[in-house]
């Protein structure tokens, strides 16, 4: 059975990590397993962790950085470490951000934490069962979280 790694962070102001589970499972039977971190600079350690102690086949890592500067730079930080663990272990891990100041107001960045979880959780789960989906969808121009922008047209 293929196992599935789902790490999240207490920094975020939504369970982004329980919707990911979710997802993945009403789509497909997989063993998860799920840690949580203090904030985004801890997920690249935790997915490896996931992937070489747990023998995950996929991680998927779910952050919210904040609004300010500083936060910005830390999820960049976070995001160069989780490229390195995937290069390191070879295995994607799917990076799941989305940044305090995405939404206009509370309730359309909430909407937006839990819709853009769920569609790279579906992204997870086609990358390990079913990845001609993917290609299906190839230049489509996919949003997860916000409405889809299609195709160009030339």
């Known amino acids: 059975m ?3 790694g789902v790490v999240d962070t207490t920094f975020a102001r939504f369970n982004m990590g329980r919707a990911a589970v979710d997802e993945i499972q009403q789509n497909v039977s997989a063993k998860i397993k799920r840690i949580t ?3 985004v ?3 690249p350690v935790a997915s490896k962790k996931l992937i070489e102690e747990e023998g995950c086949d996929i991680v998927i890592a779910l952050g919210m950085p904040g609004a300010k500067e500083q936060d910005k730079i830390c999820a960049h930080e976070a995001s160069t470490g989780i490229i390195q663990a995937q290069l390191m272990t070879n295995i994607h891990i ?3 951000f989305v940044h305090e100041d995405e939404g206009r107001d509370e309730k359309e960045l909430a909407f937006l934490m839990e819709m ?3 569609e790279h959780a579906l992204n997870v789960v086609n990358m390990l069962f079913h990845p001609e989906k993917l290609v299906k969808q ?3 121009g996919q949003r997860q979280g916000f409405e889809d922008v299609g195709t160009l047209r030339h």
């Open 2 to 4: 293929k196992t599935i």
């Open 138 to 140: 190839a230049g489509t």
């Open 94 to 96: 799917i990076e799941v």
């Open 41 to 43: 600079k801890d997920l």
């Open 116 to 118: 853009r979880s769920r």
């Open 37 to 39: 971190v203090p904030g």
